[in-house]
């Protein structure tokens, strides 16, 4: 069709539309392959944390890495951590793999209605954690249970969290996982994903308002970059340059929907950072120096009154989605174990391990230990019930949806019965 | 007593509480250095610093995903969403999270936030301008929802709004911003000035949430109200001659489900006037409300005068206003039944 303007010698002919629906490499029934996982060969040097913005592009799709193939630590973002420092984070980590499967099974002998592991994630919460200071407010997802293990809080009181039973101080509200725990530092779970990462935001400038001290940190996965929050709360920490740290956990999948449908098969999700503004940092989050070396650096950003960090932490999800989810219908067996950046607790080991301050038989020691330390908060956590067993009286349903019981709440609790 | 605004009233109000708490904060799209599109926080700014009222992005659900925040921290922080046409992108925050922080942690965090938005129509503003959403937050559990019909209320509502616990959701009749409107749009506007209800105390008083207000006791019917239709229903009362008690709700969650009970009791009768839409309107849980604690006592079925089931249609905006003569066929109706 000739038009006027010249527009048909620039594209000929009107061609029928298409869009695009990004699928990954492969599915079910097809030999797990990763190749296609180009991990970048140069080491991106620790910039001052007083970097312009606009100069960090590089570090939104290059990979901060410390540990190397031979599980030795090198370059400049190594955080320099001491050995101690080191078993303590492969402490929390086998303790929260082992929490972990302690729960599943719970879930799987009708102790508990649902559970989500975070296997293949753990130097994320542990490392970051550690990173951190207690005091500094965290807003979690689902699958950020290391927080609470690397901050000392009680087993058992997560336990009768996940049991909804007597014990749990949701007062049997929330889903199993749905953590709560202020005196941790640990923000209520939601189960809308993103919501949190706004809040934070508006946490942190509470903080700054009030000349505290203490930062705010809130972690999403790769699929929830899609949602509203995400973007309010990048654009919110970029205007008011607020002290808080964003974290994205990209793990690969959103159940069953790889990270390409978010969008991250045209770019890093660290890469979103940019438009805003703001350093967007892609970190191995299988290596627990390099997400504790990121983190500091983070925070020694944000300290210093230079504002918000986007940390991509580049991970796999080892395991289910969660207990109603089965991998096996969306994703190849033994993709896991293809994973090019390995298992984060076999990597910090073998990095002691080489380093002279680490065993195999202290390893086995320690997983003994911890296994008698889950058991042990297991059966004490289950002597306040199981799901269906005791529980908190149907009478505080009732409670905390205000704070002072309105009239028709009232009525209602005595049609109920109590 | 000096005469306010209703505009004005509610800038006392945050004045107030500026002054009062450090903890309380003001912020949304255009209210600090502007002062708001209607000019609800007008020289705050400049009184109270950038860091305490100030402007944002275009982001509903940001402002109040911040505030729930900034609640969760301690603060008190008292947003500003321009029309509540525009509440429904931040309704996740309001729904899911500040609604229910309290219950979903066991007590241990909190949404003590203030959501004012400006409601209604009569003002042109065609369907994207004129709304009044209240009854989706009425049904939300954890949400409190308060609607002044007065400079007076407005302001000792709205303070006891930033000093609750829970989160409260502030309906402002625009229409009634700058003068009581009594549904009669071909007549000229009267002021608030000289109007009793446009007395207000220039410092600190509260009208606890949850207590509705007799305006005029009658024996006759009774006629439930808030906002905007609250002068149109004392407009109809005159019009019409008819013996009725005029009921101002200003707080649908908690209802004052007491001062409707006595007064249906007494009168057999019930009328409910609301400008927003019928169908899932406030007005059928009215209905039901005292349909169920007050049937024995009804000489007459439950009557609703309420917007239609349509947007708020600009060019036909007073066919779609419940006015005083549509109000007025309602109670002669139920009295003559």
Redesign the interface.
């Known amino acids: 069709m000739e038009t006027t303007d010249g527009r048909a010698a620039e594209g000929g002919r009107r061609q029928p539309l298409r869009f695009h629906v990004p699928e990954p490499k492969c599915r079910p029934g097809s030999a797990p392959d990763l190749a296609d996982i180009r991990l970048p060969q140069a080491r991106l040097p620790r910039p001052p944390v007083d970097t312009s913005s606009d100069q960090l592009h590089e570090y939104a799709y290059g990979l901060v890495r410390v540990l190397g193939d031979d599980h030795r630590a090198s370059g400049d973002w190594d955080p320099g951590l001491t050995p101690d420092f080191l078993r303590k984070g492969l402490r929390s980590m086998l303790l929260t793999r082992l929490y972990d499967q302690r729960m599943l099974r719970a879930q799987r002998t009708g102790k508990t209605s649902f559970y989500m592991q975070c296997t293949g994630e753990e130097a994320i919460a542990v490392a970051q954690a550690m990173a951190l200071e207690p005091d500094d407010?965290c807003?979690p997802s689902y699958r950020q249970q290391g927080l609470l293990i690397a901050r000392g809080w009680s087993l058992v009181d997560m336990m009768c969290q996940v049991l909804n039973n007597s014990g749990d101080?949701?007062?049997g509200?929330?889903l199993p996982v749905?953590y709560?725990?202020?005196e941790a530092s640990f923000?209520?779970i939601?189960g809308?994903l993103g919501?949190q990462?706004?809040?934070?935001?508006?946490?942190?400038?509470?903080?700054a308002?009030?000349g505290d001290t203490r930062l705010?940190a809130a972690w999403v996965g790769d699929g929830t970059t899609a949602e509203?929050?995400f973007h309010?709360?990048l654009?919110?920490a970029a205007?008011y340059r607020v002290p808080v740290l964003l974290n994205v956990v990209n793990n690969q999948w959103a159940i069953s929907s790889f990270q390409g449908i978010a969008g991250g098969e045209v770019t890093t999700f660290a890469a979103r950072a940019i438009g805003y503004g703001l350093p967007g940092l892609r970190v191995d989050g299988n290596d627990f120096l390099a997400v504790c070396a990121a983190t500091r650096w983070a925070i020694a950003r944000a300290r210093a009154g230079f504002g918000a960090t986007v940390l991509e932490f580049y991970t796999y999800r080892a395991a289910a989605h969660s207990s109603s989810d089965d991998p096996s219908g969306y994703r190849p067996e033994g993709e896991a174990a293809l994973w090019p950046l390995g298992d984060p607790i076999e990597r910090l080991k073998q990095h002691l391990v080489a380093a002279g301050e680490w065993s195999e038989e202290q390893h086995a020691a320690l997983t003994a230990e911890l296994t008698e330390t889950i058991k042990a908060a297991g059966k004490e956590a289950e002597s306040f019930g199981t799901l269906g067993g005791k529980a908190s009286s149907p009478r505080t349903m009732f409670?905390?949806?205000?704070?002072e019981l309105?009239?028709?709440l009232r009525r209602q609790r005595q049609q109920l019965g109590y | 007593m000096p005469s306010m605004t209703m505009i004005q009233a509610l800038n006392s109000a945050m004045d107030v509480m500026l002054e009062r708490d450090p903890d309380v904060?003001v912020f949304g799209e255009d209210v600090g250095y502007f002062g708001g599109v209607f000019r609800c926080t007008a020289g705050l700014q400049k009184k109270y610093g950038h860091?305490r009222v100030f402007d944002?992005?275009i982001?509903e659900?940001?402002i109040v995903?911040?505030?729930?925040?900034?609640?969760?921290?301690?603060?008190r922080?008292v947003v500003e969403i321009q029309f509540a046409d525009y509440i429904y992108?931040a309704m996740?925050?309001l729904t899911?999270?500040a609604a229910r922080?309290?219950?979903?942690?066991?007590?241990?965090?909190?949404a003590p936030i203030t959501v004012r938005t400006p409601c209604g129509g009569g003002i042109y503003g065609g369907q994207t301008h004129s709304q009044s959403p209240e009854a989706i937050f009425t049904h939300v559990?954890?949400l409190?929802t308060v609607m002044p019909s007065n400079p007076y209320d407005a302001k000792g509502l709205l303070i006891a709004a930033i000093e609750d616990?829970?989160p409260v959701i502030f309906f402002e009749p625009k229409r009634l911003y700058n003068g009581p409107f009594d549904g009669h749009h071909d007549r000229p506007v009267k002021p608030w000035a000289g109007h009793p209800m446009g007395e207000v105390p220039e410092g600190y008083y509260r009208i606890p949430l949850?207590q509705a207000a007799v305006l005029r006791p009658g024996a006759a019917l009774t006629l439930l109200c808030y906002g905007t239709m609250v002068h149109v229903a004392l407009a109809a009362v005159a019009e019409s001659g008819i013996d009725a008690e005029v009921i101002d709700l200003r707080t649908l969650?908690?209802?004052d489900?007491?001062t409707i009970e006595a007064s249906v009791r007494k009168t057999g009768r019930c009328v409910i006037v609301h400008e927003a839409t019928r169908t899932g309107g406030f007005g059928a849980e009215l209905s039901a409300q005292v349909q169920e604690t007050c049937f024995s006592h009804l000489e007459a079925p439950i009557e609703r005068i309420t917007g239609w089931d349509t947007p708020y249609p600009l060019a036909h905006e007073w066919h779609y206003f419940p006015g005083p003569a549509r109000v007025g066929e309602a109670l002669k109706r139920v009295m003559e039944f």
């Open positions: 407010m807003f101080r949701m007062k509200r929330q749905m709560s725990a202020k923000f209520t939601s809308n919501t990462f706004i809040q934070a935001v508006g946490w942190a400038m509470a903080s308002y009030k705010a509203a929050d309010y709360a654009t919110f205007v409670d905390d949806v205000f704070k309105p009239q028709h | 904060l860091t944002t992005p982001a659900g940001g995903g911040a505030a729930v925040g900034m609640g969760a921290y301690g603060l922080p992108p996740d925050q899911s999270e922080l309290r219950y979903r942690s066991g007590g241990e965090f909190t559990c954890g409190k616990d829970d949850g969650v908690p209802l489900l007491d």
